[in-house]
């Protein structure tokens, strides 16, 4: 059974660091692209970064680029997103998904950003 | 990036009547090799965004067969034939044919 496991999610000032993680099962981590999606009530739902199998490519939508990092550790099947310099429009749920389909999805984490 | 329009917003819904749910994009979501990557998502009160459907047509595994999904181009919709209580939520599309993959804003089922 496919298992995604976010953490990391919390009250942060703007201005702020976070770095949130997600623990994959169940699937072979290591084959798949790795996304970020998060959900406001604002703006729905929204594509935030992905990373390549290898870790060699990585790409991010354009309001984080520059202040989020996308990694992986394959041997530990988890993915990791370091957020820097946090704004209050980062307030979300976010969560990890596999590959290109977007089939499965973990339960998210809340990060939210405030004074 | 391509814009996903979604209709109605709400949907107020008689149990065991149909529902309709538009999606509508600002680009052909037609691939090279005729490929269209929209898929709809179902969210429940308080769960994760679920996959029903994807390229246009095909139901996931699981998903009962009253969900169908249609369309082309930038034209597609989601029908229920019979709404059921725990068809109650939101409901997305969401395009894999240009990056970044993009949703609509969608639309909330509600039992009337």
């Known amino acids: 059974e496919v298992q995604l496991v976010e953490s990391g999610g919390a009250l942060v000032q703007p201005g702020g660091s976070l770095r949130l993680s997600c623990a994959a099962s169940?699937?072979?981590?290591?084959?798949?692209?790795m996304n970020w999606v998060r959900q406001t009530p604002g703006k729905g739902l929204e594509w935030v970064a992905n990373?390549?199998?290898?870790?060699?490519?990585?790409y991010y939508v354009n309001s984080v680029r520059g202040r989020f990092t996308i990694s992986r550790d394959n041997a530990n099947n988890s993915l990791f997103l370091q957020m820097n310099s946090l704004r209050v429009d980062d307030t979300a749920v976010y969560y990890c998904v596999p590959g290109s389909a977007f089939d499965y999805w973990g339960r998210g984490t809340l990060v939210s950003v405030s004074a | 990036d391509v814009v996903l329009t979604q209709s109605p917003l709400s949907l107020p819904v008689t149990l065991g009547q149909p529902a309709s749910l538009s999606c509508r994009s600002s680009?052909?979501?037609?691939?090279?090799?005729?490929?269209?990557?929209l898929s709809w998502f179902q969210q429940r009160p308080g769960q994760s965004p679920r996959r029903l459907i994807y390229n246009v047509s095909k139901r996931d595994s699981g998903v009962p067969d009253r969900f169908s999904g249609s369309g082309s181009g930038t034209d597609f919709t989601l029908k229920i034939s019979r709404v059921e209580a725990e068809d109650v939520g939101v409901y997305y599309c969401?395009?894999?044919?240009?990056?970044?993959?993009?949703f609509g804003q969608g639309t909330k089922v509600e039992i009337k």
């Open positions: 990373i390549r199998q290898d870790g060699g490519e990585k």
């Open positions: 969401m395009q894999g044919t240009h990056w970044p993959q993009t």
């Open positions: 680009q052909s979501l037609v691939t090279g090799n005729g490929n269209t990557y």
């Open positions: 169940g699937f072979s981590f290591s084959i798949y692209w």
